[in-house]
């Protein structure tokens, strides 16, 4: 089966300078990448996606990169904000059956 | 547009009971997906519920056992509770168009089960 595995499990960054966040997978068959933010106490919300047949989604300071070969996805958030700071997850699945999540990022914006 | 509800948001149970927590699908979606998220961990993948059938399954216990109803809401139940069950419990719904689509999945903000 699928295993995701994400990269760091913490990252402190300062206001206004740039978070990345890395995860790869294994299964060769997945095609959907997508990304969540969860806050204390709630469930887990969906930030940006990513299939298989493009390389690159951005949404304004968020953007994601796909290389289906080396079997990696990244999330790049730009000009970070202290609103930023939550737990962010990657997650990989083929057609969002039996979607495999990454143990997480907690990200911390300073002010 | 009506978002994922689950209920109750918090459950005190003992060893060896069951519970059956609930979920609200989002209005316009078909599908339900159940995720069990332990303390500082991603979620894990319990099943999928489409057309009130089982459409797919984690690595959980039979023990885990669901039901989707015509309304497209959702139980999950757990029989025999162990310790290890205490966790988050996640409802996830999306839209299945049967041809290998599947939007998104939306979650509520789960069912926090301790088991004591």
């Known amino acids: 089966g699928e295993n995701v595995e994400q990269h760091p499990s913490t990252l402190s960054v300062q206001e206004g300078d740039s978070a990345v966040i890395k995860c790869t997978y294994s299964d060769s068959a997945s095609n959907y990448f997508p990304w969540y933010k969860q806050e204390l106490g709630k469930g887990p919300q969906l930030i940006i996606d990513?299939?298989?047949?493009?390389g690159e989604k951005k949404d304004q300071r968020i953007a994601v990169t796909l290389n289906k070969t080396a079997k990696h996805f990244s999330l790049h958030i730009t000009e970070t904000q202290p609103e930023d700071s939550a737990v962010y997850f990657c997650a990989a699945s083929y057609n969002n059956n039996d979607m495999r999540f990454g143990a997480g990022t907690r990200l911390t914006v300073k002010p | 547009e009506t978002g994922v509800t689950q209920s109750p948001t918090h459950l005190i149970k003992t060893r060896g009971q069951q519970v059956t927590l609930r979920c609200s699908s989002q209005?316009?979606?078909?599908?339900v997906s159940w995720y069990q998220q332990a303390l500082g961990q991603g979620p894990q993948f319990i099943f999928q519920?489409?057309?009130?059938?089982?459409?797919g399954r984690g690595n959980f216990p039979p023990r885990f056992s669901g039901l989707q109803f015509p309304n497209y809401s959702s139980e999950l139940n757990v029989n025999a509770l162990e310790l290890d069950d205490s966790a988050l419990y996640l409802c996830?719904?999306?839209?299945?168009?049967?041809?290998?689509?599947?939007?998104?999945?939306?979650f509520g903000n789960g069912t926090r089960l301790t088991v004591t």
């Open positions: 996830a719904s999306s839209f299945y168009r049967g041809n290998s689509y599947n939007s998104p999945l939306h």
């Open positions: 519920y489409y057309r009130e059938e089982e459409n």
């Open positions: 990513i299939r298989s047949n493009v």
């Open positions: 209005s316009g979606h078909n599908t």
